[in-house]
């Protein structure tokens, strides 16, 4: 099933790091944001999980959780968090079940070879679990403060919503 803007995301339930498990709805109440990265402990993969970790405190205050998701498995992600010293979790999705419900399994040519890869994506998913708004195939740099400022945006929503 495709996951679309303005659609509830649909059911999945995933390991992360810290031994928490993920689902469509244990976060119910509060944004989400999930990006899709191909691999730990490479150039741009660290870059932009620096990049998540550098704004964190931001995202909380903005009232989101923040989860990096690749195919790597925990042994990599514990080793990936520890490393950098990531404060939020890492999801293993080892069966690329969550990767391909996303649909950020496309085909990549490397050294001339064509091979299976994760598109770097990232899915903000609002606290009434509906996909608000989706980034694929996008670059690292700016792409963080992008992702913050439609958070910041979904919460002022919400308040006025509320108000």
Known sequence: MAIVVNKPIPEFEANATSGIRVS????????????????????GCTTEAMQFRDKYKDFVKAGAMV?????DNMKS????????????ELIA????????????????????????????????????GILKQEWRGLKVPGHVDEVL???????????????
């Open 93 to 128: 999705d080892t069966e690329e079940k969550m990767c391909h419900m996303f649909g950020v399994v496309k085909n990549k040519i490397m050294y001339g070879k064509k091979v299976k890869g994760i598109e770097r994506s990232t899915f903000l998913i609002g606290a009434d």
């Open 24 to 43: 469509n709805t244990s976060h119910l109440g509060q944004t989400l944001v999930l990006y899709f990265y191909p691999k730990d402990n490479t150039p």
């Open 149 to 163: 400022k439609a958070v910041k945006a979904l919460k002022k929503a919400a308040a006025a919503a509320t108000a």
């Open 77 to 88: 992600h514990d080793e990936f968090k520890s490393k950098l010293e990531l404060p939020f």
């Open 67 to 71: 989860f990096g998701v690749s195919r």
